[in-house]
Nanobody, 119 residues
Framework: VQLQASGGGLVQPGGSLRLSCAAS????????MGWYRQAPGKQRELVASISSGGVTAYGDSVKGRFTISRDNAKNTVYLQMNSLKPEDTAVYYCNAHITESIFRSESYWGRGTQVTVSS
């Protein structure tokens, strides 16, 4: 199983970016999918998560600005980031709890994509 993230980059404060993360491989089902971020010198923190049924949760610092969604048919999770601030600068990682068989379920991480908010 692999998670491939894309969509990071450099954006000015107040701008928007959309991250995507697609899961591929031997997948029976995917439960929770989410995005985390880690800024230099800081711990990795939850940005947003979404269950297979569409229930979402957000970190306090991104509520009202970021929106997480998923396409279950494509095994893909998205993160729409609006009104970006310099403090949103970090490496963003996608995560997914994947069931590969009745004997195997694991949490997988993507490699991370850099988001830089700067003028």
């Amino acid at each position: 199983v692999q998670l491939q993230a894309s969509g990071g980059g450099l954006v000015q404060p107040g701008g928007s970016l959309r991250l995507s993360c697609a899961a591929s491989g031997s997948i029976l089902s995917i439960n929770v999918m989410g995005w985390y971020r880690q800024a230099p010198g800081k711990q990795r923190e939850l940005v947003a998560s979404i269950s297979s049924g569409g229930v979402t949760a957000y970190g306090d610092s991104v509520k009202g600005r970021f929106t997480i969604s998923r396409d279950n048919a494509k095994n893909t999770v998205y993160l729409q980031m609006n009104s970006l601030k310099p403090e949103d600068t970090a490496v963003y990682y996608c995560n997914a709890h994947i069931t590969e068989s009745i004997f195997r379920s694991e949490s997988y991480w993507g490699r991370g994509t850099q988001v830089t908010v700067s003028s």
